[in-house]
């Protein structure tokens, strides 16, 4: 991992913020590290880039492979995304 920013990873992944998909409050570090089977959730530069400077931070921290997914993510089928809104939401309700 490159790592130039000032902020810790610590400090990003305690940041909250409403889920465009789950409909609930997120940490950064669900977003970063637990949102898809893959890690990243493939909307996360789309999401923080109003908080902070994301991609860079994305950039510092990862490698240029996984960087490269996030920044030019592959688009899901729409019921592909429905059914993973589905069990996710369901994971929830069943903790």
């Given amino acids: 991992m490159r790592s130039n920013n000032k902020m810790t990873i610590k400090y990003y992944d305690k940041l909250t913020q409403r889920c465009r998909r789950l409909g609930s409050d997120v ?3 669900y977003c970063r590290c637990h ?4 890690g990243s959730c493939s909307s996360i530069i789309q999401c923080w880039w109003e908080r902070f400077d994301v991609a860079g ?7 240029k492979d996984q960087f490269l ?3 030019q993510p ?14 996710e939401a369901q994971r929830r309700v069943s903790k």
């Fill in 35 to 38: 949102a898809e089977e893959n």
């Fill in 69 to 71: 997914t996030l920044e």
């Fill in 74 to 87: 592959q688009p899901k089928p729409k019921i592909t995304k429905l059914m993973e809104i589905i069990q």
């Fill in 57 to 63: 931070h994305l950039n510092a921290h990862l490698t």
């Fill in 27 to 29: 940490t950064f570090n």
